[in-house]
């Protein structure tokens, strides 16, 4: 089974960027629809963007224009550019097939955005 690692995450001013990184043991290829998560304290777990194995995106209301998701099936790796970053961004994020699966929930990287 493929195991998934995010890493890219760190403290950032609001305005900023940062790009994360999702490392999948595997390859990711047969997957259809790859996606990043967030977590802020105290919420529950959003979907914030997804990508088809083909390239098809799609974001969150709160997030469109902002990030971009991508990935590359040959290096089997998921990443997200955040542009834009607002402080409301701050949380742990996560990738996960579409629609989650419980196995495949990684340790996540911690984003925080100061005002």
């Known amino acids: 089974q493929v195991q998934l690692v995010e890493s890219g995450g760190g403290l950032v001013q609001a305005g900023g960027s940062l790009r994360l990184s999702c490392a999948a043991s595997?390859?990711?290829?047969?997957?259809?629809?790859m996606g990043w998560y967030r977590q802020a304290p105290g919420e529950q777990r959003e979907l914030v963007a997804a990508?088809?194995?083909?390239?098809?995106?799609n974001y969150a209301d709160s997030v469109k224009g902002r990030f971009t998701i991508s990935r590359d099936n040959a290096k089997n790796s998921v990443y997200l550019q955040m542009n834009s970053l607002k402080p409301e961004d701050t949380a742990v994020y996560y990738c996960?097939?579409?629609?989650?699966?419980?196995?495949?929930w990684g340790p996540g990287t911690q984003v925080t955005v100061s005002s």
């Open positions: 595997g390859s990711i290829f047969s997957i259809n629809r």
């Open positions: 996960n097939i579409d629609p989650a699966v419980s196995y495949y």
């Open positions: 990508i088809t194995r083909r390239g098809s995106a």
